[in-house]
């Protein structure tokens, strides 16, 4: 029988390499930027939360950021199952624990981005909704309609007034070949009971 269990990262410091590898296995970054936003996780957000396979493997992980710092939502930036494990459910156990986690600390609302995915979200109760202007701890996105059409008043429009102009575009557009090419994101969100 396989016995799973779901823990900050930060207090099984002993996964983290494993983690890290488990993580650049499908979104490939340098180990020592990855390493460092591991070492970040901590119980006031971000937070780093490993699925353990009996008590030595790690399965799974899913990281949950504040969207605004203080604030009561937060942000999905990862949330993976092992490739060999994907299929048995343990992905929806996973999130469910987030979603626990993140209700315990007194967060309302989960976001997340996905390309492909929205079928298994769904199913776990996420909408599709407007994009999510996310910078880290940095609130962008308009809470009403009236922020969203007020102008900002303090963008500076004449940083440099000698610099020479921009170089002209290119006249012919370079088109990425097909396998490279990416699907546009599709933004979910979740409120938590």
Known sequence: MEFLQVCPIHKSKQFILECCDLINSEWPRSKAARLQSLYMSS??????????LDEQQVVGHVKLSEIKLGGDELMIETMIIHREHRGKGWGKLLMEEAEEYAQRRGKN??????????GFYSKLGYEICQPVMYFGFCDTTPKNDEQ????????ITNVCPNAPPPP??????????????????????????
């Open 168 to 193: 002209p575009l290119p006249k012919k557009k370079y088109k990425l070949p097909k396998k490279y090419r990416k699907t546009a994101k599709t933004y979910m969100s979740k409120t938590l009971k």
């Open 109 to 118: 609302k989960i976001y997340l981005s996905t390309r492909g995915q929205e």
């Open 43 to 52: 119980d006031k957000f971000p937070t780093s939360l490993v699925l353990i």
């Open 148 to 155: 969203a059409e007020k102008p900002q008043q303090d963008v």
